[in-house]
């Protein structure tokens, strides 16, 4: 090893920070927790953890605002089944009248008004077959499928907020880590530009570095915006407006972070870059993204390295799917289908319709020999009437009802196959997630650290070179990575074992 390679071993203690890149031998101290630092969100962006999150979806989710109105209007549908048929009032009169004699002509011709005669009449629909009872029946069989959907909505609107909260989080991690990645290489690249300035390394050395820290700029630049769309999709979910944000995110210049110009996609051009400049050339150029992390709407907060158990078998959550709200839902539509066959059934016994009338008219009514002058005549009536030729209509509403509470029938087994279907599906991926979980957090996260290490003092022996250290840092990277990817499936696999069962309490509390 070659005394002018020396300095590089500070750069290379500077590789990482706790809790951001690979762990070097100088560091110590406890390492931060992922999902624990701060992100220049701007100071518009409300903290926003998962438990405040579900609990503004009860009160704001618009899916869950449409079931509930759903509720409503079977309620109110209940009062119109459970009234009886209106009775209807009849008023008229006669005005106008004239008389006819047996040869055809006309006479005595005049209009009259209501206080010379009046007429009023009552109509009753009596219904048979104790269809107001059914009817009710019917409308509160429906009132339990409503309210069995909007606890399906429920659980349906939360395990999508989980999903898109944890996959936040999971950005939220890898972009710590990409950025203390970009620090550390940061600090290592001053470093070696102040070598090459006071003529320790020759500018290939530099080059080299430069060529391969590229490859850590995408994890910077893709983790933010999948944090970005995280966040809209979980403003989304709360009735929030994804895009109402106060423009400009803050800046946290140790993270790396630098404002850029909008719109402005030409790198600076080559030049001097501060203290530890280098003359114009290649390895002036830049080397890192200059971005700034979007503004959003929150800034989701949580212990992403948090591992709860599950507590509780498999035999009791496949007990509980029956009970899942979507299964319960589907049963309940069976009974307002058998509900509503039994009303169509009930059509069979026909309604009888009662009018009631009553007349009165001052006009004359005397016969020619008649001894009293009449002042008027007052007559009453009664009728009732009965549908007719109606087998055909009836049968046809009863057969439409039957097929119909087949078919929910059918729905309703279905319904509760797809459950099975669902809960098997997420028990497996429970235990997949599981497994993958164990040997990373068993150990494959410590060998890769172990790895780093012994490269970098394979290279203070003068066994390695610079970019074999670069390339055990990228393999721990991607270790990293690939935990905070095993722990975002073991998180999802409670919340998807939660929904596909419909037991609560089962999903991660970050």
Do not use: C, H
Request: charged residues 15%; positive net charge; without cysteine.
């Amino acid at each position: 090893m070659t005394p002018r390679l020396l300095p590089l071993l500070l750069g290379l203690g500077l590789l990482v920070s706790p809790g951001l890149g690979p762990p070097a031998l100088a560091q110590s101290g406890p390492r931060a927790m992922p999902g624990g630092l701060p992100l220049p969100v701007g100071q518009g962006a409300q903290p926003l953890t998962l438990d405040a999150a579900e609990r503004l979806l009860i009160d704001r989710n618009l899916v869950l605002l449409a079931a509930r109105r759903g509720v409503d209007a079977a309620r109110a549908n209940r009062l119109v089944a459970s009234s009886l048929p209106p009775p209807q009032v009849q008023v008229g009169n006669s005005f106008a009248q004239f008389n006819e004699t047996a040869a055809g002509a006309i006479k005595g011709a005049r209009f009259l008004s209501p206080s010379n005669n009046i007429s009023v009449g009552l109509q009753v629909l009596v219904e048979r077959g104790n269809k107001r009872s059914l009817r009710t029946r019917l409308s509160e069989d429906q009132i339990g499928t409503a309210e069995a959907q909007v606890l399906d909505a429920l659980r349906t609107q939360l395990f999508t907020l989980r999903q898109a909260f944890l996959g936040a989080l999971l950005a939220r991690a890898n972009l710590e880590v990409a950025l203390g990645n970009r620090l550390s290489l940061d600090r290592t690249e001053t470093l070696l530009r102040r070598q090459l300035r006071d003529g320790a390394i020759p500018e290939g050395d530099l080059l080299r570095f430069q060529a391969s820290r590229l490859q850590f700029e995408p994890d910077v630049t893709n983790n933010a915006q999948a944090y970005a769309a995280g966040i809209a999709s979980v403003a989304a979910l709360l009735a929030a407006d994804p895009a109402a944000f106060q423009p400009g995110a803050g800046q946290i210049q140790a993270l790396g972070i630098r404002p850029s110009v909008p719109a402005s996609l030409a790198p600076p051009p080559p030049g001097p870059r501060g203290p530890a400049g280098t003359p114009p050339g290649p390895a002036s150029a830049p080397t890192s993204v200059q971005t700034i992390l979007s503004p959003v709407a929150f800034d989701l907060r949580g212990r992403f390295d948090l591992v709860p158990a599950l507590g509780i078998s498999r035999d009791e959550l496949a007990q509980a799917i029956e009970n899942r709200a979507d299964v319960v839902a589907a049963q309940r539509q069976v009974a307002a289908a058998n509900s509503n066959r039994q009303l169509a059934e009930a059509s069979r016994s026909r309604d009888v319709t009662v009018n009631g009338g009553w007349s009165r008219s001052r006009l004359s009514q005397d016969l020619p020999n008649s001894r009293d002058q009449l002042n008027a005549t007052d007559s009453f009536g009664i009728q009732l009437s009965m549908p007719i030729f109606t087998r055909q209509i009836t049968e046809g509403n009863v057969g439409i009802a039957a097929a119909q509470a087949g078919q929910a029938e059918a729905q309703a087994r279905a319904a509760l196959l797809q459950a099975r279907a669902d809960f098997a599906t997420a028990w497996a991926s429970y235990e997949q997630a599981r497994a993958l979980l164990n040997l990373y957090t068993g150990g494959a996260l410590n060998r890769a650290e172990e790895a780093y290490r012994s490269t970098e003092q394979a290279y203070l022996a003068g066994g390695r070179t610079l970019l074999d250290v670069l390339d055990a840092l990228r393999t721990l990277n991607a270790t990293r990575v690939q935990a905070n990817q095993a722990r975002y499936a073991y998180l999802l696999a409670l919340a998807q074992l939660e929904q596909a069962t419909g037991v609560s309490g089962i999903a991660p509390r970050l």
